[in-house]
């Protein structure tokens, strides 16, 4: 079975930029996560999106913003990129809403801003 | 709110070595607590976790025990490898958020020498 899959692998972009981070969740997994690892921060909530609604979203700023479509994979876009927002992004799927439900994470895509 | 404290790295030690890492939480309820680990260039991968008080998780060797008393989760090996170098994070969530999220520690890198 296929695990959670994400692209790009690495993106390169200048600050102001858009980016368009892709992530497709394991087959019947209806939810999707986003975390930041930026370097010496650790893991940080981004966005949280099951049945096709965001349901949570982190300390970010609204130029943080994502969505689902119908066959549960998601994007990730952040607007007027700045250097800060250098990180790796990883997604993650589970089985629907509840804790209990272990997610799976994805090899992640390593944004880096100029 | 709820976070985790867990050692900061990097640990290095010699093959065959006893690993501890300590991680201590806080949480309102009554958390899940998990240990992630982080291989070079991939994502995370669930280790071990424990779901209620003095449970212990266990993979690969390592384990870890749910210290409601002490609030602690700290990881152990008795006898680490090369192959176990690798980023490991401790991690809580709470089954009765709505929250539905993971919150990480700030992870604690380990080098091991052969």
């Known amino acids: 079975e296929a695990g959670v899959t994400q692209s790009p692998t690495h993106l390169i972009k200048t600050r102001g930029q858009q980016a368009t981070l892709r992530c497709s969740p394991i087959?019947?997994?209806?939810?999707v996560y986003w975390y930041q690892q930026a370097l010496g921060l650790g893991l940080q909530f981004l966005l949280w999106y099951d049945e096709g609604e965001e349901r949570n979203r982190g300390n970010f700023p609204p130029r943080f913003s994502g969505r689902q479509f119908p066959n549960y994979s998601s994007e990730l876009n952040v607007n007027a990129l700045e250097l800060e927002d250098s990180a790796l992004y990883l997604c993650a799927s589970s089985l629907g809403q509840g804790s209990y439900n272990e997610q799976f994470f994805g090899p992640g895509t390593r944004l880096t801003v100029l | 709110g709820d976070s985790v404290t867990q050692m900061e790295g990097p640990v290095t030690l010699s093959e065959e070595a006893f690993l501890t890492i300590n991680c201590t939480y806080t949480?309102?309820?009554?958390?899940?607590l998990f240990w992630y680990v982080q291989y070079p260039g991939e994502g995370l991968q669930l280790l071990l976790k424990?779901?209620?008080?003095?449970d212990k998780g266990s993979n690969k060797g390592f384990e870890a025990t749910y210290r409601k008393e002490t609030t602690s989760f700290h990881l152990e090996k008795g006898s680490v490898q090369v192959s176990d170098s690798a980023v490991y994070f401790c991690?809580?969530?709470?089954?009765?958020?709505?929250?539905?999220?993971?919150?990480f520690g700030k992870g604690t890198r380990l080098h091991i020498l052969p």
């Open positions: 949480a309102t309820g009554y958390p899940s």
């Open positions: 991690a809580l969530s709470d089954p009765w958020s709505r929250d539905d999220k993971i919150i």
């Open positions: 424990a779901t209620k008080a003095d």
């Open positions: 087959s019947g997994h209806t939810s």
